[in-house]
């Protein structure tokens, strides 16, 4: 399948840097600690597969997220995203506390 033009227009470059400078180029995921260098632009919403600029393509449907970010929720063909979209960051501290800021672990005992 040929690559969508629509990534290689000047409108796609602006908008992911807009996207980037607002995001303060890094990943959005809390606790994300993946080296800036591995950033993309992902669509929030999915965009139509047109080589033209859609409604999808502006900065309130953008977000950055570290290459490994992006793929755990890679859109399938069927449009679902992996994992149903949550976006955690997976591992562990040396002494076992999870690297997810949301994890239950972190939330205060009542
Ligand atoms: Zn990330």
Excluded: F
């Amino acid at each position: 399948m040929a690559r969508n033009t629509y990534y290689r227009s000047p409108h796609w470059r602006a908008l992911k840097k807009a996207t980037h400078e607002r995001d303060g180029w890094r990943c959005i995921v809390p606790g994300c600690q993946t080296p800036t260098h591995r950033l993309t632009c992902d669509h929030i919403k999915r965009r139509p597969n047109v080589d033209h600029p859609t409604a999808y393509d502006v900065l309130s449907n953008t977000r950055t997220l570290c290459g490994n970010h992006d793929v755990r929720v890679k859109e399938l063909s069927s449009g679902k995203r992996r994992q149903g979209g949550r976006l955690i960051v997976m591992g562990a501290r040396e002494d076992g506390t999870p690297l997810d800021p949301n994890h239950p672990w972190h939330r205060p005992s009542t």
